[in-house]
């Protein structure tokens, strides 16, 4: 097979550093984004509702096109939960 032995490797190498820059700019994108989220006046905020934040934070551009009106029905039609 073509990808067994030296060949392998090389073609793993490669793979390896045309994939880092994209893995690494992501990554990178999110603490920057964390470190926005999480201020000293928010620094107490539990587990939970850090990673909601962050998700909000970082999938920014997909929660622009949700609709006000439809996440206030979304909110109204749950139950009370006491």
């Not at 097979?1 to 994108?29: S, W």
């Not at 587990?47 to 029905?73: G, Q």
């Amino acid at each position: 097979m073509f990808f067994e032995g030296a060949n392998g490797c090389i073609y793993r190498v490669v793979k390896l550093a045309l994939l880092l820059p994209v893995a690494t700019a992501t990554v990178e994108r999110c603490f920057s984004k964390l470190k926005l989220v999480k201020t000293d006046l928010r620094n107490r905020i539990g587990p939970e509702f850090l990673n909601n934040a962050m998700v909000c934070a970082v999938e920014k551009d997909f929660l622009s096109e949700v609709k006000d009106d439809d996440v206030m029905e979304r909110f109204q039609a749950m139950k009370k939960r006491r």
